[in-house]
C-alpha cells in the first residue's frame, strides 16, 4: 500500500536555528501532501496543504513565513521550521491521500526546540 | 464548516467491558468517515472507516456504522483489552474533493486488567 515515511522522528535544536522535515512517498505520486501539529494530549491540526509545483494553502493563523513548506517533486514534500523557539515544540505529522478512499500517515516528528 | 465532536475523555474499563466512543459529525456534503487510534508515543494508525450512508466499518473487534440521519459515527466494541489502551480520534473529509482530514479531539481509553 501507499507508504509515507517521515524523517526525521525526532529532532533536538537550539532556539534560533531551522529544522528541516521531510515526507517522502515511496510507493506512489503524492501530488498533495497536508502537514499537520500536535500538540500534547491534544488533536491533530492541520497547519497547511502543499501541491506539487504550486504554493501551500495554510490554515488561518499559520505562519506561512515561519513554516515554510515546499512540494518540488511527486515524491517529496517537506516543512522548514525556521528560527524556532520553545513554543514550536510539537509533533507533525505529514499526510497524503492514498490514491483510494484514504489517507496515508508518516510517523511524525517530535521538535523540541531548547 | 466541516466539523467533528467526539466524547470528552478519559474513558477508564475494565478487561471485557462493552466500549462506546461517541462521534457526530457536521458536513456540508457527503464525506467519508474514519477512526484513527493513536498509541502512546506513536503516529496515526487507520482503524476504520466508512465511506458512505449505512456503511459500517469494522476491523480488530471495533466496529462503527455511517449513520446520516443522526450525523454520527459512534465506536464501538464488545470487549476491550489491556492493549486497546489508546486514543482514538473521529475523523471526516469530503477525499472525492482532495480535501484534507478533520479530527475530532480525540478520547483517551485505559484498559485495565
Known amino acids: 500500500g501507499a507508504v509515507v515515511s517521515q524523517h526525521p522522528s525526532r529532532v533536538i535544536c537550539k532556539s534560533g536555528t531551522s529544522v528541516k522535515i521531510e515526507c517522502r512517498s515511496l510507493?506512489?505520486?503524492?501530488?498533495?501532501m497536508f502537514w499537520y501539529r500536535q500538540f500534547p494530549k491534544q488533536s491533530l491540526m492541520l497547519m497547511a496543504t502543499s501541491n506539487e509545483g504550486s504554493k501551500a494553502t495554510y490554515e488561518q493563523g499559520v505562519e506561512k513565513d515561519k513554516f515554510l513548506i515546499n512540494h518540488a517533486s511527486l515524491t517529496l514534500s517537506t516543512l522548514t521550521v525556521t528560527s524556532a523557539h520553545p513554543e514550536d515544540s510539537s509533533f507533525y505529522i505529514c499526510?497524503?491521500?492514498?490514491?483510494?478512499?484514504?489517507?496515508?500517515f508518516g510517523s511524525g516528528t517530535r521538535l523540541t526546540v531548547v | 464548516g466541516n466539523s467533528v465532536t467526539q466524547m470528552e475523555g478519559p474513558v477508564t474499563l475494565s478487561e471485557e467491558a462493552f466500549l462506546t466512543i461517541n462521534c457526530t459529525y457536521t458536513a456540508t456534503g457527503y464525506p467519508s468517515l474514519f477512526w484513527y487510534v493513536q498509541y502512546p508515543g506513536e503516529g496515526l494508525q487507520l482503524l476504520l472507516k466508512a465511506t458512505k450512508a449505512d456503511d459500517k466499518g469494522s476491523n480488530k473487534g471495533f466496529e462503527a456504522t455511517y449513520r446520516k440521519e443522526t450525523t454520527s459515527f459512534h465506536l464501538e466494541k464488545g470487549s476491550v483489552q489491556v492493549s486497546d489502551s489508546a486514543v482514538y480520534f473521529c475523523?471526516?473529509?469530503?477525499?472525492?474533493?482532495?480535501?484534507?482530514?478533520?479530527f475530532g479531539k480525540g478520547t483517551t481509553l485505559s484498559v485495565s486488567s
Open positions: 499526510s497524503a491521500p492514498d490514491g483510494g478512499n484514504g489517507y496515508t
Open positions: 510507493d506512489f505520486q503524492a501530488t498533495t
Open positions: 475523523a471526516l473529509s469530503e477525499i472525492q474533493a482532495g480535501t484534507a482530514l478533520i
